[in-house]
């Protein structure tokens, strides 16, 4: 695992998140390895994911201070080079950071030493019928709105461009792609289609693709279905529809999900991973689908996804089921598998006390 230059991302609001980059900085000095700190905040998107990276130097780990937004900020720029990504938990909800302040030093240890996992997750890219655009009352648009506003993603310039095909962007969306109403009296009508197919027309507050990683945010939130973030799927998801219809839909990695604003919507914004990118009008349509290229984030050892969920979601036992008493583990925690059961992905036996 050799790493020859480090990249940070820092939440600038938040004194920890600066001393820990100053940390980094130092761990990077002992070992003589390149550090550059990248600013992905200060360029109000004027420079893409890839440009980011380059100025950085091309590092080969990017490394996170902050909560899940700012390992949202990291995620694209080490998708744009394929970097390893390493998170450093300082925010509230912590779905994708691993590691605590407390335990940067050894994480860096672990980098350079070959002692980690890497997890791969999937990436969301997209075709559009226009290059996306952001009119110049957006902001009278988005009154009641609170993402923020970032430049419309330009076309990939590595991909075929047909008429019918529509134009592929630079986007990479690690939690979710949004279509939503701009005003809070208008609705959303789009038809929704699934590897091609008409779903149905929906008219709603917002309609929603997600990653197996984003199953925890935006879609959760509106009724949608949690995924390990180590699966392969998309998850549609209607925010508030006007119809029966309000389930989710999860589709196969190799189904594109594609909205067509309808010809009496209401404009939408596209957002991704939470910011504005662009608006849509009436007849247009964006298809999102996986991206070839997937997340490498660094993981210390075996993820505990679902005891973060139950604690970071506050899960409680139903009053009748805690009549019964304290629940026993599952399965044995201190001898290893049967053999039908060595290849699942089980908490592993813990060493004996020295």
């Keep these: 695992m050799k790493v020859s230059r480090v990249g940070v991302i820092v939440h600038g609001g938040r004194p920890e998140a600066v001393e820990g980059a100053r940390t980094v900085g130092a761990w990077c000095a002992e070992h003589a390895l390149g550090c550059t700190d990248i600013d992905v905040w200060s360029n109000d998107g004027e420079r893409t994911a890839r440009q980011e990276a380059a100025a950085a130097g091309d590092p080969d780990l990017i490394v996170t201070l902050g909560g899940d937004g700012t390992f949202l900020r990291g995620a694209m720029v080490a998708h744009a080079v394929d970097a390893l990504v390493l998170g450093v938990d300082l925010g509230r909800v912590g779905f994708l950071t691993e590691v605590p302040m407390t ?78 109403k701009l005003a809070r009296d208008r609705q959303v009508s789009a038809g929704v289609y699934i590897a091609g197919q008409l779903l149905a027309s929906y008219s709603a507050d917002a ?13 959760f939130a509106a009724g949608g279905p949690i995924l390990s973030p180590r699966s392969e799927a998309l998850v549609f998801t209607p925010v508030a529809p006007h119809m029966p219809f309000n389930r989710s839909v999860v589709a196969a990695p190799d189904e594109p999900v594609g909205l067509r604003l309808l010809e009496r919507s209401s404009p939408a914004a596209v957002t991704i991973d939470g910011l504005v990118r662009g608006v849509l009008k009436p007849g247009d349509w964006i298809g999102v689908y996986a991206s070839p290229r997937k997340l490498r984030a660094v993981r210390l050892g075996m993820t505990d996804f679902y005891r973060r969920l139950r604690r970071r979601m506050n899960l409680t036992d139903a009053p009748a089921a805690l009549a019964d008493g304290a629940t026993a583990p599952l399965w044995s925690v201190t001898t290893p598998p049967p053999g039908d059961l060595a290849h699942l992905s089980l908490p592993q036996p813990s060493p004996p006390p020295a």
């Design 103 to 180: 335990a940067l030093r050894e994480a860096l240890d672990a980098v350079r030493e070959g002692r980690i996992d890497i997890e791969q997750r999937m990436f969301l890219t997209m075709r559009t019928s226009c290059l996306l655009e952001m009119p110049s009352d957006i902001e009278a648009f988005m009154r009641y709105g609170q993402s923020p506003l970032l430049r419309p993603p330009r076309a990939r310039a590595d991909c075929e461009v047909g008429g019918e095909w529509g134009i592929p962007l630079d986007v990479a969306a690690l939690n979710d792609v949004v279509l939503e």
């Design 207 to 219: 309609l929603l693709v997600a990653t197996p990683t984003g199953s925890t945010a935006y879609s």
